[in-house]
């Protein structure tokens, strides 16, 4: 039932055309080559886990020389030195040398994370999607806070945030971040909370009341909620209620879309559910996606790469890499049948024994 009139198609976001979709193995082969073509981001995507895995201890000092495009795993991956593969389009998100002291000077001075660096290339038509892993407290929502630029965090203690080449000093309408809560207004319909966002960033009047109402049913519609649209969040089930949190987010179109732990409060179904729908949607968004997560099976399934951290303070430890054909993930496969074949099972495997190693990094 839609009470909403749509007298148009689809907005320009999500392009419907499974013909203008990457494939995933298109979609790989992209990334691969930016990797390749990247110095601070290379490693070959071919093998499985343990022969791909990149070390990524922060040097003392930056590396002096451009390093092959297949490196070691055992070579630590170069930090610090700026990307050579689009000049003209710079990387979606730069961490350089970062390190996040909350409380210093007082009794409660804590070293949330210490020297982390990595850097998202921008790959044409095509985002990434970062799957952050670790125990609790090591950092991983402090990395997303300073990529979303929360006030309440602040700027890193030492070293630099860049966002496409800019200090962040601020949330911005390119950044868009879904947490495990249900954060959507708890007075406003689903509708009214996928338009409100709409609404307030619609300063230079870009849309008028209809297109917004348009480009709000057409998202709606695309996570799966057309019929529940003049619904309260209360009368929502979890899985629902996340919907409506994706819903709002995309609506948006930011080029950088943050989620912490999105699926943690779900049961194991739902989230399966919310696997399939992330990994359609964001097939279609192209947008960098950096999700963090307690499932390293989710990790496996959702993550290009997956970024290993490590607690006391937060370091990142390792980069794996991932290719849809390391763990048998082909269009038109559920993710359950994805995460039940061999490959998958292996790679998985692989990729515990890599979070279990106790490499602490000194
Ligand atoms: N605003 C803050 N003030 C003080 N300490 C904080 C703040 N935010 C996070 N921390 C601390 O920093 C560490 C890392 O936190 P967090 O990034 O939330 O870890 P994770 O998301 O990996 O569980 C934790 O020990 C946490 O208590
Ligand atoms: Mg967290």
Same mark, same amino acid.
């Given at each position: 039932m839609s009470e909403t009139p749509l007298n148009k198609p689809n907005s320009d976001y999500i392009k419907t055309d499974e013909s203008m979709l990457p494939s995933d193995n298109l979609k790989s082969q992209q990334i691969e080559d930016a990797h390749q073509k990247a110095p601070s981001n290379n490693g070959s995507k071919n093998n499985l886990p343990s022969n791909t895995a990149q070390n990524v201890n922060t040097p003392q000092k930056p590396l002096p020389v451009?390093?092959?495009?297949?490196?070691?795993?055992?070579?630590? =991956?170069?930090? +610090?030195?700026?990307?050579? *593969? /689009? %000049?003209?389009?710079?990387?979606?998100? =730069?961490?350089? +040398?970062?390190?996040?002291? *909350? /409380? %210093?000077?007082?009794?409660?001075?804590?070293?949330?994370i210490k020297n982390i660096s990595f850097e998202i290339e921008d790959i044409p038509d095509v985002g990434e999607f970062i799957a952050l892993v670790g125990p609790s407290g090591c950092g991983k929502s402090t990395v997303l806070n300073l990529i979303q630029g929360f006030q309440e965090i602040g700027p890193p203690t030492t070293g630099e945030v860049l966002v496409r080449n800019k200090p962040v000093t601020g949330p911005g309408k390119d950044r868009g971040m879904i947490f495990q809560k249900y954060s959507s207004f708890p007075h406003m319909t689903v509708f009214e909370n996928v338009v409100f966002g709409l609404k307030i960033n619609n300063d230079t009047n870009r849309f008028s009341p209809s297109q917004m109402r348009e480009m709000a049913m057409n998202i709606i519609k695309k996570v799966g909620l057309d019929g529940h649209q003049n619904k309260y969040p209360c009368q929502l089930s979890g899985g629902q209620q996340q919907r409506v949190a994706i819903a709002r987010t995309l609506v948006l179109k930011p080029r950088i879309i943050l989620m912490d732990e999105p699926?943690?409060?779900?049961?194991?179904?739902?989230?399966?559910?919310?696997?399939?729908?992330?990994?359609?949607?964001?097939?279609?968004?192209?947008?960098?996606?950096?999700?963090?997560?307690?499932?390293?099976?989710?990790?496996?399934?959702?993550?290009?790469?997956?970024?290993?951290?490590?607690?006391?303070?937060?370091r990142l430890k390792k980069i794996i890499p991932i290719k849809p054909d390391d763990i048998g993930k082909q269009r038109g496969l559920s993710p359950l049948d994805v995460q039940e074949c061999p490959k998958f099972k292996a790679f998985l495997k692989e990729t515990t024994a890599e979070f279990l190693k106790d490499d602490r990094i000194n």
């Open positions: 451009q390093l092959p495009a297949q490196q070691s795993m055992q070579q630590p =991956i170069q930090q +610090n030195e700026p990307s050579t *593969f /689009n %000049p003209l389009k710079p990387p979606v998100v =730069i961490f350089r +040398n970062v390190t996040k002291i *909350f /409380n %210093p000077g007082t009794a409660q001075e804590y070293c949330a699926f943690s409060a779900l049961d194991e179904p739902t989230r399966i559910e919310m696997q399939e729908l992330i990994t359609n949607l964001w097939q279609e968004v192209e947008a960098t996606v950096f999700i963090v997560t307690h499932s390293l099976a989710e990790a496996v399934y959702l993550g290009d790469r997956i970024f290993i951290f490590t607690p006391g303070p937060g």
